[in-house]
């Protein structure tokens, strides 16, 4: 998906509109000038805001309005219809806000307006008796990089410290097997910001680092050059890393796995003269892998145990249509099987075939990082366990991301997700509990999936189920799931059904997890 900004359509607002063009409750776009602006009304106020959301370019005035915000429909971005604000991940970037005048029963829009910081924000970290001197981050992915982010944002004044062993700042890792490794993304979309960003922020990124160790009674990091680096706050933001093949062959130059910037450019480069690709592992990231080398126009060829991909996570209906989708583009499947060595040409399949294959991905689900969290005798509960305030065992050091496990206060249990989203909105929460908030991480689970044009969108957490209803119908693309245990509507899965699945993410919210309204806003 991509920002698609061009002509401005709709009314020009600065000429005005009639108040009853807009209906309480309502959205539509206008223009101000070149600016394409999102108009609100809720009740007797009115509002005027970008009307593009500032993460992928989604059109909020196809989002849904809840309260004082609107939700984009793309990935659950959230922003305040009253400053801007970019709320909810993953937007990390405020929308634009313009002045609205209600005159003679017409509505103008000027002016545009500097987007304001977040009301209380100083105040908070200000205020905070036991605000932190220095703040340090192990790992510059989403939680990493979305905490120091964040802690700007609330006008932390202390030192943030980000360590990360990637060689390359934090970049937008799910366009790593979507559009960047398909050829569709140019370069400048895969760095989260801009390198003088960091600079000009005062965070201070050290890139190529590792850290090996965490002294929790000095309250220092070890680093793999035995540096040491005090904190008043530690963040442990490791994410995960792929499983790597046990086979003969992995380890050849062309059997890739895809996590890293680095990991996508080698994939890209053997990609430019591979005309057969041999994918293990019918994962979301091994099947956007298969998508995006479709689109490169090579033989796409995918090897995975299951008998219907993503069966486990989505149930069979989803499953079928995954696999018809992949078809459809020409991918081959090899389910119920897995590969038992690799040579420098071929793929050995246990079921006693051969493929032929000059580029292997291996996507074959991921591990979290918790070396540096067991060594340091935090709580291991498979992923670092973590209370509401994202905080694990020993105070002052916070886990978020991959590798943090937290009580989830939706689905009453202690869960772990591999999402961006939620890496991102637990990096935030937990930039907030180290400046001295008690705010628990209340945020619904969401991850999204692309798939040659078909996104599919998934709120909620659903490990086990007991009854599985459709909406509408999943080889048209028009879809809702409902996940459900004991009655309850534990997730919900969409395609091309962007409002009930915000609504269900409002649902959860709330804590109605049995009622999943009917499309409309949210008051
Ligand atoms: C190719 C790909 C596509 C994806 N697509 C989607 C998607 O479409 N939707 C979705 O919801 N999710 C997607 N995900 C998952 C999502 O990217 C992750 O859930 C998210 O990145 C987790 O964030 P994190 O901050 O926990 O970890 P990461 O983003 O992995 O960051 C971890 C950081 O820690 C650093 N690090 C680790 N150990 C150390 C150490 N000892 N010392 C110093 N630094 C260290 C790493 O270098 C890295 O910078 C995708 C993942 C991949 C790999």
């Not at 971005?77 to 017409?106: K, N, Y």
């Not at 559009?179 to 400048?188: F, H, P, R, V």
């Amino acid at each position: 998906m991509s920002a698609g900004q061009s002509s401005p359509t709709g009314p020009d607002l600065v000429q005005g509109i009639s108040v009853d063009a807009l209906a309480d409750g309502q959205m539509l776009v206008g223009h101000v000038g070149q600016d394409a602006v999102l108009l609100a009304r809720r009740g007797n106020e009115v509002f005027a805001i970008g009307a593009t959301c500032s993460h992928y370019g989604g059109p909020l005035a196809e989002g849904l309005l809840v309260d004082d915000t609107v939700r984009c429909p793309w990935h659950h971005a959230c922003f305040s219809l009253r400053t801007g604000e970019a709320l909810h991940a993953p937007a990390l970037s405020p929308v634009a806000r313009w002045q609205v005048e209600l005159r003679d029963g017409h509505i103008f829009v000027r002016d545009k307006q500097e987007v304001k910081e977040q009301p209380g924000s100083k105040t908070r970290a200000a205020h905070s008796e036991s605000s932190p001197e220095k703040i340090v981050i192990v790992g510059g992915g989403a939680a990493g990089f979305a905490a120091a982010e964040k802690l700007r944002r609330e006008q932390f004044q202390g030192r943030i410290v980000m360590l990360s062993n990637d060689d390359a700042a934090p970049v937008d890792r799910p366009n790593l097997s979507k559009d960047y490794l398909a050829g569709t993304a140019q370069d400048d979309w895969v760095p989260l910001r801009p390198d003088s960003f960091y600079r000009d922020s005062g965070i201070e990124l050290e890139l190529r680092t590792n850290v090996t160790g965490v002294d929790v009674r000095s309250r220092e990091v070890v680093l793999a050059d035995a540096r040491r680096v005090p904190y008043d706050r530690l963040l442990l933001a490791t994410g995960a890393e792929p499983v790597r093949l046990s086979i003969p062959g992995a380890d050849l130059p062309h059997v890739r796995t895809l996590r890293s910037l680095a990991d996508c450019r080698a994939i890209i480069e053997r990609a430019k003269t591979a005309r057969r690709a041999v994918v293990l592992g019918a994962s979301f990231i091994g099947l956007e892998v298969a998508a995006s080398l479709r689109a490169r126009e090579i033989e796409v060829h995918v090897v995975a145990p299951e008998k219907r991909p993503m069966e486990r996570i989505l149930g069979p209906q989803m499953g079928d249509f995954v696999r018809a989708l992949h078809e459809e583009h020409g991918v081959i499947f090899h389910l119920e099987d897995t590969a038992s060595a690799v040579d420098g040409r071929t793929v050995k399949l246990k079921s006693g075939g051969t493929l032929d294959a000059d580029l292997v991905v291996a996507g074959v689900g991921v591990r979290p990082r918790l070396a540096l969290a067991e060594k340091a005798g935090l709580a291991i509960d498979r992923g670092v366990v973590v209370g509401h305030y994202l905080e694990t065992s020993v105070p002052g050091i916070y886990a978020a991301g991959d590798i943090a496990r937290w009580p989830d206060l939706h689905s009453g249990e202690n869960i772990r997700v591999e999402h961006w989203v939620v890496a991102e909105r637990q990096g935030q929460a937990a930039a907030l509990s180290m400046l001295g908030s008690r705010e628990p991480f209340a945020a619904v689970p969401f991850f999204w999936s692309q798939h040659y044009e078909v996104p599919i969108n998934y709120v909620g957490h659903a490990e086990k189920w007991d009854d599985l209803t459709i909406d509408g119908d999943v080889a048209s693309r028009d879809c809702v799931l409902n996940y459900k245990r004991n009655g309850r509507v534990l997730a919900v899965a969409s395609i091309y059904r962007d409002i009930e699945s915000l609504q269900a993410e409002v649902m959860m919210e709330r804590g109605d997890c049995t009622a999943l309204a009917t499309a409309g806003s949210v008051a």
